[in-house]
């Protein structure tokens, strides 16, 4: 079971074992590519979510499809976005908080581990309350807590993990939105080992944040796939 608590111990023991290494070590020259992908990364946070730009229109709806391929969307304003766990009818106020991108990483989700999208969307797995996180904002604030993670609004990380996050780059191109699908599934798995709530959703995120943060910081990590929470994704 997901949310069997030893498991979740065990499942993240694998990176106690492995050495971290201090930020202090590490002098952080970055290569060609690494300046493009940081920058191409960059300038995707910095654009808004436009609810009248036809592109953003068709990301929304693709999302949806992606979400329910079976169900029709009436209409970008619509009741049917609080089944995805939206706020409200209108998923473009939820986008505010962190523009685009969080549509970006969700629709990235989707496409691309659809069978662990579906089942974290749809919570087919674990001991669930009767007051679960809506996964939809849930997706938004774990785009958010990446983005300060990573200090990817500085203009060079000076953190451990924002410095390994850029040598992961270095191996893909993507891995911001691989990353994302991790940080997501680590927060289910937390949320299933806490017994988590509703109003515990802040306290799960922290520890999810943590979690990240120590995985990030060790010695060997050279791909996203070194990640030992890499292995919770399927397709």
Not at 35 to 47: A, D, G, I, T
Not at 154 to 167: A, H, Q
Not at 171 to 196: G, K, P
Not at 219 to 224: A, F, K, Q, V
Request: negative net charge; contains cysteine.
């Amino acid at each position: 079971m997901v949310g069997n608590r030893a498991w979740f111990g065990g499942l993240f023991s694998g990176s106690g074992k492995r050495r971290q290494v201090s930020a202090e070590k590490i002098v952080l020259d970055l290569t060609p590519v690494q300046e493009q992908r940081l920058q191409s990364l960059k300038e995707r946070l910095n654009v808004p979510y436009d609810e009248t730009r036809t592109d953003h229109q068709d990301s929304l709806r693709a999302l949806w499809n992606a979400s329910f391929p079976d169900t029709e969307l009436t209409s970008l304003v619509s009741e049917q976005w609080k089944d995805m766990g939206w706020q409200g009818v209108n998923p473009a106020t939820d986008f505010r908080g962190c523009g685009f991108v969080s549509l970006e990483n969700l629709l990235f989700f989707a496409r691309t581990y659809p069978a662990s999208f579906k089942r974290l969307m749809l919570k087919q797995q674990g001991m669930r309350t009767t007051w679960e996180y809506p996964f939809a904002v849930a997706g938004v604030n774990i785009s958010y807590m990446l983005i300060q993670l990573l200090e990817l609004n500085s203009v060079r990380p000076k953190s451990l993990p924002g410095i390994n996050f850029i040598k992961v780059l270095t191996e893909h191109e993507d891995a911001f939105d691989v990353l994302y699908c991790i940080a997501f599934e680590m927060m289910d798995a937390q949320w299933l080992a806490m017994r988590a709530s509703y109003m515990q959703f802040k306290e799960v995120l922290e520890a999810t944040r943590q979690q990240l943060e120590r995985e990030l910081s060790l010695e060997d990590l050279n791909s996203i796939h070194d990640l030992p929470a890499c292995n919770l994704l399927y397709k």
